[in-house]
């Protein structure tokens, strides 16, 4: 339970699949879709996925019809997922239907299903990825999917700004928003401090000296959008609702679980005024409940489609 080897960040990745699937809100994605299909029916449209993780955004985006002519760059700050998108796109790919081919080390092209696309995987840092690009490199479209939260989307909008076309779209989903819920409840005094304390971890979490997340980043976005001059176009709500039926979790979903209740674990272990015993025993129970089916657990998200104001640079 508590040892770091048996979680592994690109199957939390694969196993949360399938619970994006059912969590992104439909509104958003339709709007999106229907702008897409209105305004890139005949010329390929480029595509920029930041925090783009083992590339299940991408494989969505063809499953759910979004892309037809379309260059797609994808990238992650972290080496072993975009390893881990070069090994499973060309399966998955193939396995749907589309002829695949390798046209470079990093870049793949997928043809077939009235559909083409070429694929470009980059392991790179988004802020460096941005002072790379000129202007010449601009965007039609960029999504981040369950990134914004993790880093400061106040000081992130303007540089994503800068790397999309005028009248660019953005597409923001599973933007954390302040609420976890796990049931049943162990003991809800003790329950709801550690959501508050957790929630606090995002709050403080500082990378390279400058602050990088926020708990309620969902409801935060309207006013960062409003004050970069961002129209909002579409949101909704994308809460991951995660339980077991009568055949137990869906698909990979109760690594999921485990995954979400041991970075609990990691995140609150060292939290000074926190009785280490009682936590650790609390989080023995939550896995125990993922064990017994029980646990179910809810996270409050948003998701958000925005247009960069045509007369912005
Ligand atoms: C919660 S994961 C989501 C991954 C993927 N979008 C998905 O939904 O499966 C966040 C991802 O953002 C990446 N990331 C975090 N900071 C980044 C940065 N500054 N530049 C690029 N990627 C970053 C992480 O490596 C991680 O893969």
Known sequence: MFDESNYQFTRYLSS???????????????????????????????????????????????EWELLVKANYTAIDAMKENI????????????????????????????????????????????????????????????????????????????????LLKPKGLLYFTINFDGSTVLEPEIDPEFDAFIE??????????????????????????????????????????????VFAGKAGYREDEAYFLHFIIHTMYMAL?????????KFKNWIEERHSQIENGKLVYIAHQLDFLCRKEPLRK
């Open 16 to 62: 949360k699949k399938s619970v994006d699937d059912r969590s992104l809100n439909r509104v958003v994605w339709e709007k999106l879709r229907s702008l897409i299909a209105l305004e890139h029916s005949s010329n390929p449209m480029t595509v920029l996925e930041i925090g783009a993780g083992i590339g299940t955004m991408f494989e969505r985006a063809l």
């Open 83 to 162: 390893e881990e998108a070069k090994a499973r796109v060309p399966g998955w790919a193939y396995n749907v239907g589309y002829s695949v081919e390798q046209i470079a080390d990093n870049e793949l092209k997928l043809s077939g299903l009235g559909r083409e696309v070429k694929l470009k995987l980059d392991e790179a840092d988004f802020f460096e990825f941005a002072r790379r690009n000129d202007v010449t490199s601009r965007w039609d479209v960029i999504i981040a999917n369950a990134f914004l939260d993790l880093v400061d989307a106040g000081r992130t909008l303007p540089i994503t700004l800068d």
């Open 196 to 241: 508050d304390l957790y929630h606090r971890t995002m709050d403080d979490r500082v990378i390279d000296g400058a602050i990088s997340g926020d708990s309620r980043t969902g409801r935060h976005f309207f006013k960062i959008a409003r004050e970069n001059g961002v129209e909002i176009l579409e949101s909704g709500s994308s809460d991951w609702t």
């Open 269 to 277: 272990k060292n939290s000074p005024g926190l009785d280490i015993h």
